[in-house]
């Protein structure tokens, strides 16, 4: 498997998977677009399994229904690989309104995780 263009399987559409591969997309989970279109059967995850090639920077991961009830079925669990990320900022004075915005953001994107 190609680091730099993660090959679909051999079969139907795999043709058009390598055409694609140069418009790939790292995002979070789960998607908007994916959570709330109508794909049908027109979409599918294609499974990245993690190896020794990929831990010099990205993490195992999976897709869960939960992330995509509309597209994984209960049970099921989809092989992918994460990139680490960071929220960090400026160490703005207390009480500026710098601080307030940026103390609002951490407090509101923290909100419901538990890490």
């Not at 079925?73 to 994460?82: F, L, N, Q, S, V």
Request: glycine letters at 8%; one cysteine or more.
């Amino acid at each position: 498997m190609s680091r730099r263009c993660l090959s679909a399987s051999r079969g139907a559409g795999a043709d058009e998977a390598w055409r694609d591969c140069r418009r790939r997309l790292v995002t979070s989970k789960p998607v908007d677009a994916f959570c709330k279109g109508k794909m049908g059967g027109r979409f599918q995850f294609l499974a990245v399994e993690y190896g020794s090639k990929f831990e010099d920077y990205y993490l195992a991961s999976y897709l869960e229904p939960a992330d995509y009830p509309n597209l994984i079925a209960k049970g099921e669990r989809i092989a992918t690989i994460a990139v680490p990320t960071i929220l960090a900022s400026f160490n703005w004075r207390p009480g500026s309104p710098r601080y307030r915005r940026v103390r609002a953001l951490s407090t509101n994107f923290s909100v419901g995780r538990t890490s």
